[in-house]
């Protein structure tokens, strides 16, 4: 029942943007956290940034200023907003849910399917 449905990924050229969404089905949305992670070609799948139940934000120190996590819970939606893009940034992006932790962080109950980001000239 619980759905995560990523959107929004593409072939974007470096320094550019992106925004990417998550919507949300099958649990109480406000009362989790969400996450966005990434894989890269031959790299371990990576946190990018957690967003609390209460809207407290955390980012992977390097993608901090460039990358914005936020949540829209009468939509059941959590959004990444990518700037300034760099080719290090392709990856296949996740959308997770689960619970909030002490610090801010999240322990994931869920993933969705993925979505493909591609940042090249």
């Known amino acids: 029942q619980v759905q995560l449905v990523e959107s929004g990924g593409g072939l974007v050229q470096p320094g550019g943007s992106l925004r990417l969404s998550c919507q949300a089905s099958?649990?109480?949305?406000?009362?989790?956290?969400m996450g966005w992670h990434r894989q890269a070609p031959g790299r371990q799948r990576e946190l990018v940034a957690v967003?609390?139940?209460?809207?407290?934000?955390n980012y992977a120190g390097s993608l901090k200023g460039r990358f914005t996590i936020s949540r829209d819970n009468a939509k059941n939606t959590v959004y990444l907003q990518m700037n300034s893009l760099k080719p290090e940034d392709t990856a296949v992006y996740y959308c997770s849910t689960g619970r909030d932790t002490p610090r801010g962080g999240i322990d994931v109950y869920y993933w969705g399917q993925g979505t493909q980001v591609t940042v090249s000239s």
């Open positions: 099958g649990f109480i949305f406000s009362i989790n956290a």
């Open positions: 967003i609390t139940s209460g809207g407290s934000t």
